[in-house]
């Protein structure tokens, strides 16, 4: 007997038309299930893409604030470094001995505070003003006067500063209010 010869599939050829209609069917429905296959690995694909530009964004969010964190407390610091420099202004100050010793101190100082305003680090005025606990931190009340009213800031113990529209620290201040 002669063999017969397969086909794509490898299926015998048996010269019969039935079978046409079967290997039709089954190829679209091997067809369909492929394309739904393809359909669902792109999804995966596109969800894939999202998930690491999300990741992305929020990586980079996260290193830019942990770099402002580091900025403000190295910021903190140097305003720390430049109250004790104020501190030996004040002293020098009331001593006439150590006059060269003063000048350049007080050249240090402008230089700190120079070096503050260029990363955008500025003091804030608070003498006379109304207190507020943004920008404020109480630590001594006294009685108002005529010239300061209840609720107002009479002296600076150790001055704020802003770094850009935030505080960075607030004034410790001493303010008026009414006795009790």
Excluded: C
Excluded at 40 to 54: G, K
Excluded at 58 to 73: G, K
Excluded at 98 to 123: K, S, Y
Excluded at 142 to 158: C, F, N, Y
Aim: proline share 5%; glycine share 6%; hydrophobic share 40%.
């Amino acid at each position: 007997m002669a063999e017969r010869e397969t086909d794509a599939l490898g299926e015998r050829d048996d010269g019969g038309a039935e079978r046409a209609p079967a290997t039709v069917e089954r190829l679209e429905t091997e067809v369909g299930r492929l394309k739904a296959e393809a359909e669902q690995n792109w999804r995966q694909f596109l969800h894939a893409a999202a998930d690491l530009e999300n990741y992305k964004k929020q990586a980079a969010r996260a290193r830019e604030d942990a770099v402002e964190r580091t900025r403000r407390a190295l910021l903190t610091v140097l305003l720390s470094i430049v109250d004790n420099i104020e501190r030996a202004l004040d002293y020098g100050a009331q001593s006439d001995e150590a006059g060269p010793i003063v000048e350049g101190i007080r050249m240090t100082h402008r230089q700190a505070l120079e070096t503050l305003a260029n990363m955008g680090v500025r003091p804030f005025v608070v003498i006379g003003k109304p207190f507020d606990p943004r920008y404020h931190e109480a630590v001594e009340v006294v009685p108002p006067t005529a010239e300061h009213p209840a609720g107002h800031v009479v002296a600076e113990v150790q001055r704020g500063y802003m770094f850009g529209s935030e505080v960075l620290r607030p004034a410790r201040v001493r303010v008026t209010r009414e006795q009790e």
